[in-house]
């Protein structure tokens, strides 16, 4: 694991857009006081599998 972090960091060192993702992500897992991508996109998929959930801006329910 701490092979594919070096990567991810060495990645995000020499790309601006995948640097935008990985200090995106890392701000979403800082709610939990974790400094990693991966947490944040956990974070953000959970977030949106509950709006989902409760069809508030998912599927075809129309919002007026």
Known sequence: M???AESWNHMADGNALIRFVDVNLRGAGQVMFQNNPVTGLLFIVGIAWGVCG????CGDRKPW
């Open 2 to 4: 701490a092979s594919i």
């Open 54 to 57: 409760q069809h508030a801006g």
